[in-house]
């Protein structure tokens, strides 16, 4: 489960799920429509895990906000997404 800051004044957000280096995914985030966090899936194939057994995802933020510019305090640091859980599960096909 996944959450993005969304205010009033700032009330969608698009983040890219990346991947080697590439957009592989885009989230989107809307004030009105989105629940405090919302279940994501990505299927990805099992090349995605490198040769120590780790999986390196990022995440692009298209406009991180602070509070101090949502007007909600005085802390200046952008956020982003927030990960609420994580679930991982190897699926044979």
């Known amino acids: 489960s996944v959450r993005a800051p969304l205010f009033e004044s700032h009330p969608d957000q698009r983040v890219a799920v990346v991947f080697d280096g590439r957009a592989i ?16 899936v990505l299927d990805l194939p099992a ?17 991180p906000i602070s509070l101090l510019a949502a007007g909600l305090s005085n802390d200046p640091r952008e956020l982003g997404i927030g990960l609420e859980n994580i679930h991982l599960e190897c699926v044979n096909s």
């Open 25 to 40: 995914e885009t989230w989107d985030f809307r004030w009105d429509t989105e629940p405090d966090t919302s279940p994501r």
């Open 47 to 63: 090349s995605a895990i490198d040769d120590h057994g780790f999986l390196n995802l990022a995440f692009r933020v298209e406009r």
